[in-house]
């Protein structure tokens, strides 16, 4: 049954007190650990993805895939957070958020090892448990910020997604040169990332061995599909989702065929990964000082449709619309994740939020690159493309101005598995 207002309450006086007990016991270096281990986690969350492109071609000719079956590489692990995210508020609840994430870290490495192996079903299955792994992590970080650092939610947001996008910068950049010295090729940059999984997995094992109290598990509600700002929050996480998947994707293609060279073009989106994480480090200063976060989702939204605008008008500018279109991404995608938190009342409200939003969101980002590359093939240019994609930005401008206040209401709780 859902809680009448005293009772809501009363649950949320007795998740501060345990709150405030869990941080009397665990100590200022238990936080730190803490810390340290959601940090790194975060690590883990792209850089098993974002090195797949560079290496693309060279994997489909030594494995002899035909370019649609390679081209599912990207839009399987995208299709995997999008059926597991909803899952993972009531698994959570009868696990255990820290012991599900843990064995989600598991799920990661051996998918790593298992996509190492030289056989195409090898490449195929391993990219879905990658996939599975990361969606968890996906979800569940969110939620466990809200509920163990409720007043420190920007900063520690803007600092998992600066390392989650730093290392995915890196792992783009740094997987061509190391498949061309290291023994295995491809393999080896691919396989090289379960060093940064089994880290991770050691980091988290202290948080595992302490289950946290059954009434403060995240999943406890239902997720909010019948809230106006719930779907809000979802649609902009969706719609910027979306972007990045399709800049990362074509947006070096789109540059060589405005003149660009081929390495140039690499380094040019090597630099919108740089911009986004530098302007994601920016955004904790501005939530502070914001009263709530509808100015600035909309303007960083707004940088975004200007990149793309720009892209439409003038190709030939492409350092300006890398680092235009780096601006507005890095800060969207910190307040897309922070919107998790931010409005959601509980860990396990969070936790739903963040199941619906993603769920959701990654579907819009699967589609994404597929119709923009459909609609340049149907076209024989970019133009039909891009003006797409400043649809959708032009969308994410409006629903921006929902998304960045209010509070979702939890639906019904569930009751313990």
């Not at 698994?91 to 870290?105: H, V």
Request: hydrophobic share 55%; proline share 6%.
């Amino acid at each position: 049954m859902p809680l009448d207002r005293g009772g809501v309450e009363n649950r949320d006086k007795l998740l501060d007190e345990r709150r405030r007990q869990r941080t009397r016991s665990t100590g200022r270096s238990g936080r730190a650990l803490l810390v340290w281990g959601l940090l790194v986690v975060a690590a883990n969350l792209r850089a098993s993805l974002t090195g797949v492109g560079p290496l693309l071609d060279r994997v489909q000719a030594d494995l002899a895939l035909a370019p649609a079956v390679a081209g599912l590489l990207n839009t399987v692990p995208l299709l995997a957070f999008a059926v597991i995210s909803p899952l993972v508020p009531r698994l959570a609840a009868r696990w255990g958020p820290e012991r599900l994430l843990g064995g989600a870290l598991v799920v990661l490495a051996l998918g790593i090892a298992v996509r190492w192996a030289p056989t195409a079903s090898s490449l195929f299955a391993g990219t879905v448990l990658i996939g599975a792994g990361i969606a968890v992590g996906n979800v569940l970080l969110p939620s466990l910020i809200k509920r163990d650092f409720p007043t420190r939610v920007g900063l520690l947001t803007s600092a998992y997604a600066t390392v989650m996008g730093g290392v995915a910068a890196v792992a783009s950049g740094m997987a061509v040169p190391i498949s061309q010295v290291a023994p295995g090729g491809w393999r080896t940059a691919w396989g090289l990332w379960i060093v940064f999984a089994l880290v991770a997995i050691v980091l988290w094992l202290p948080q595992m061995r302490t289950p946290p109290p059954a009434d403060e598990a995240i999943g406890r509600h239902r997720l909010p599909w019948r809230s106006a700002l719930a779907w809000a929050v979802t649609v902009f996480m969706g719609l910027q989702s979306l972007g990045f998947y399709v800049v990362v994707t074509w947006l070096p293609q789109v540059f060589q065929d405005s003149g660009v060279s081929a390495a140039a073009a690499g380094w040019l989106l090597f630099l919108f990964q740089v911009v986004a994480v530098v302007t994601s480090l920016a955004v904790p200063a501005a939530l502070r000082w914001a009263r709530d976060q509808r100015a600035l989702a909309t303007t960083s939204s707004a940088v975004l449709l200007a990149g793309y605008l720009g892209l439409l008008v003038a190709p030939g500018w492409a350092l300006l619309w890398s680092v235009v279109l780096g601006l507005g991404g890095g800060a969207c995608l910190v307040l897309a994740l922070a919107f998790l938190s931010l409005r959601a009342p509980d860990a396990a409200a969070a936790g739903a939020l963040s199941a619906m939003a993603q769920s959701i969101g990654y579907l819009l980002a699967a589609a994404g690159p597929v119709v923009f590359g459909l609609l340049h093939t149907a076209g024989s240019g970019w133009h039909a493309p891009i003006i797409l994609m400043c649809v959708a930005a032009a969308g994410q401008t409006i629903v921006a101005m929902v998304a960045g206040r209010g509070t979702v209401r939890p639906g019904h709780a569930r009751p313990p598995a």
